[in-house]
């Protein structure tokens, strides 16, 4: 089944990773800037980064026939940093320009300090001012229900930001509710250790239906897995549901998500629009 | 909300069926996981903050209320919404520490 994997960091994975992926279905994935584990130093360091998102990493996805799209941003971890968060955020709109960048992402807390949430907001004013789409990280374990309220707060003081165009993701059950019933896409990414499994994931489709919601392995440095989407598919079969409702979720829900950008295209996909 | 239910197709019989052994291992796990920190030290279950809310998670998912897994997330969370003054830590913790809060207010 072909499947979009919205969340992949894929700068921390092999070439054989990329070969996996598109063995089992995956056409087209999107990476949001994030934190490699340590602090950077400087605004050309987050440059560089960029122009790898940007340049090398759509030429190693093409090679496996996978469209790859990006976000930009200061990520949370390293947004704590106001000065170098705000020399990020000067770079920031000419980077956007890219043609497969599809917003401002991955942004968000990850201690919810008033550092983070000045940073935040600073992003999220952007991407009202510029019209750009956004995927939110919310935090980890026991700061992610703190964190996605703040986060929400936030969004919510921009009238001019669709809901329909921002994705919160790494949504849990205590989490999810705020999340929909606010008009915004929920990510769940699928982790072996914390965040979601493919069961839970499954669980949560079972409870609140397939709208609005996304799916993704994260493929991040630390432990993921890159094909968690084929295995929350794989579990689905496990619960007897249907084909048609599995490819709702792995690929038209996204297809719909990210078709609000007009720099996103998949080849030979059947429109969300079509199979609504 | 209301939530739009897509029920799975397996009978509860299948459910049971189909899951109960990896849960019995996890079941398992997680006995193992308490008589292991009770052999490095019997008095570490009260004195670490996280132990004290496993526990209290245990009483949730031992008893009959409904929305569980909902309980125990909430248990395990900081409840406000107040930001900190300043970066602590890069990681979180898995628990929120509630004595450690009542400190530093």
């Given at each position: 089944?072909?499947?979009i994997d919205h969340?992949?960091?894929?700068?921390?994975?092999?070439?054989?990773?990329?070969?996996?992926?598109?063995?089992?279905?995956?056409?087209?994935l999107t990476e949001p800037a994030f934190w490699a584990g340590w602090d950077r130093s400087t605004?050309?360091?987050?440059?560089?980064?960029?122009?790898?998102l940007t340049d090398f990493e759509p030429k190693r996805a093409a090679q496996h026939g996978i469209q790859h799209y990006t976000w930009l941003g200061m990520n949370p971890k390293e947004s704590d940093n106001r000065e170098l968060s705000l020399e990020v955020l000067k770079k920031?709109?000419?980077?956007?320009?890219?043609?497969?960048?599809?917003?401002?992402?991955e942004i968000g807390m990850n201690r919810v300090t008033k550092n983070e949430i000045a940073t935040y907001a600073d992003h999220v004013a952007m991407a009202a001012r510029l019209r750009q789409m956004v995927l939110i990280h919310t935090p980890h374990l026991e700061d992610k229900l703190k964190g996605t309220r703040v986060t929400i707060d936030v969004l919510r003081q921009h009238a001019d930001l669709a809901p329909s165009r921002v994705l919160v993701d790494h949504a849990e059950e205590?989490?999810?509710?705020?999340?929909?019933?606010h008009g915004y896409w929920a990510g769940l990414t699928l982790y072996p250790q914390t965040k979601v499994s493919a069961q839970r994931a499954v669980d949560m489709i079972e409870r609140y239906g397939p709208d609005r919601i996304l799916v993704a392995g994260a493929c991040d440095w630390g432990p993921s897995e890159p094909l968690a989407v084929p295995?929350?598919?794989?579990?689905?079969?496990?619960?007897?549901?249907?084909?048609?409702?599995?490819?709702?979720v792995v690929f038209d829900n996204p297809v719909r998500f990210l078709s609000q950008s007009p720099k996103f295209s998949v080849p030979g996909a059947v429109t969300a629009a079509g199979r609504a | 909300m209301t939530a739009s239910a897509i029920p799975s197709t397996l009978t509860p019989a299948q459910l049971v069926d189909e899951y109960f052994i990896e849960n019995r291992n996890r079941l398992i796990e997680?006995?193992?996981?308490?008589?292991?920190?009770?052999r490095a030290d019997p008095r570490l279950a009260d004195a670490d903050f996280r132990l004290r809310v496993f526990r209290d998670a245990l009483q949730i998912l031992a008893s009959d209320a409904p929305d569980r897994l909902h309980q125990i997330q909430l248990l395990l969370s900081d409840p406000t919404t107040t930001p900190l003054a300043a970066l602590d830590r890069k990681g979180a913790r898995g628990a929120w520490d509630a004595s450690a809060a009542r400190e530093t207010r």
């Open positions: 089944m072909r499947y969340h992949a960091h894929m700068v921390s994975r092999t070439t054989d990773d990329y070969a996996q992926m598109a063995l089992t279905g995956c056409v087209a605004v050309e360091g987050f440059e560089d980064y960029f122009r790898q920031l709109p000419a980077y956007l320009e890219g043609p497969t960048v599809l917003g401002i992402g205590h989490t999810i509710e705020l999340i929909l019933e295995k929350f598919v794989m579990e689905m079969r496990r619960r007897r549901h249907s084909e048609d409702l599995i490819q709702r | 997680l006995a193992a996981f308490l008589d292991r920190i009770d």
